[in-house]
């Protein structure tokens, strides 16, 4: 990816109320990284671009912001990951819609939206006004090698926001996992203390495979502003027709704001 380039996070719109959220989180998360805006919509097959185009600046200018716009027109999914490489995208952020199953925006369509990007992506749940939002993080972890992905955009929030990062380590018995579950947190804590930022490993008894819900509500319970977890790597045939499990974690009853790392080898990483 071209290094040069001005990185950028991108909001996704679909020009409701709900989008308005998303675009305030972005502007609060663009100050905070000190990272360029854009804004991204669907197009319908017969629907003018530029006409899509006019009507996000003019959201941009009724905001009093600078913002790159784009539109995906047809292979959502393909167009949006060429654009993440393009411009040099390090994280997007939505509201979902939960109430039409055939919207773009609707949570399950989401998720497999972006099933292949190479960047995280936040979905807002609750209305923000400052960054004191994202002061507290909740980071779930288990014995896997691929639960220290997280750890990376974690450590973002407790040094460009000072957020205070509370890992919540699984319970394990088995011998092979509870080494790989240490050799987790040795690496957590050496990451964090690297970084100077503040954190608190908790052990908890909650099992593996439920330890993201415990997260979510530890989060709403110490008001928390985001959890951070992995997406499902592949797709079984439960997950095809009933959805994968970050689909019942992003609809949290509590509104707590997900973020989601798809597990991959070649995540883009955010210059600092």
Known sequence: MDEEKNQHII???DFTERSCIALDHGIVLADVLEKELSLLCFAQ???DENMLHEKMQAIAKDRKIQLSTYVLKAKYAKAYNELVAESNAILAIVCFDNTDSKSNFHP???LKFFHQSRIPYIFANNAITDASYYKKIILPIDSTKESKEKVLWASYFGRFN???LKVMAASVKDEYLLRQMNNN???IKKIFDSFEVNFEILRTTQKQSS?????IHAAADENAGLVIILS???YGILDLLKGPKELGLITNEERISIMCLNQRDDLYVMCD
């Open 185 to 187: 947190l040795k690496f």
């Open 211 to 215: 330890i993201d819900e415990a997260a």
């Open 162 to 164: 000072e957020s205070e």
């Open 45 to 47: 097959e017969n629907e």
């Open 108 to 110: 399950a369509r989401l």
């Open 232 to 234: 499902t790597k592949s």
């Open 11 to 13: 909001v996704l719109t």
